[in-house]
């Protein structure tokens, strides 16, 4: 497979192994946006780390939707704004459970630092969120 920096950045897409590339640079950002939502709140706020990665997630929940829309996915199966964010948000509080639970056990249990628990939580959750989202919003 041949792929210039053009197909692989600008061009729309609906090659899955591009959009999966693009995919992880979203939810790179995203996840910068999370973490450091998290950190801050956490460490600067004093908010128990289980709340302040609610709040983060929120954050990145919301850029990650915006960069998927504007540049990771071209298909759409919901062609109302709305209900599409609403369904890209009802797979994200799933995946917020299942971040929640992980960074949870991660720390509480195995004892992790919260943010390694994070880092592991948040690996997990990209496949959940990404199959999601590509399967039921995005085909």
Known sequence: MDYNIRSLL?????????????????????????????????????????????????????????????????NRNIQNRKMEFLFFALIGIVGLGLNEVFLWFFTEIVGFHYLISKIIATILGYFWNFGARKFLLFR
């Open 10 to 74: 600008v061009e729309k897409t609906s090659n899955p192994w591009l959009q999966l590339f693009r995919y992880t640079f979203v939810a790179g950002v995203a996840l910068v946006a999370d973490f450091s939502v998290l950190f801050c709140c956490t460490e600067f706020l004093g908010i128990h780390y289980l709340i302040s990665a609610a709040f983060g997630f929120l954050v990145g929940l919301t850029t990650n939707y915006l960069l998927s829309v504007l540049w990771v996915f071209t």
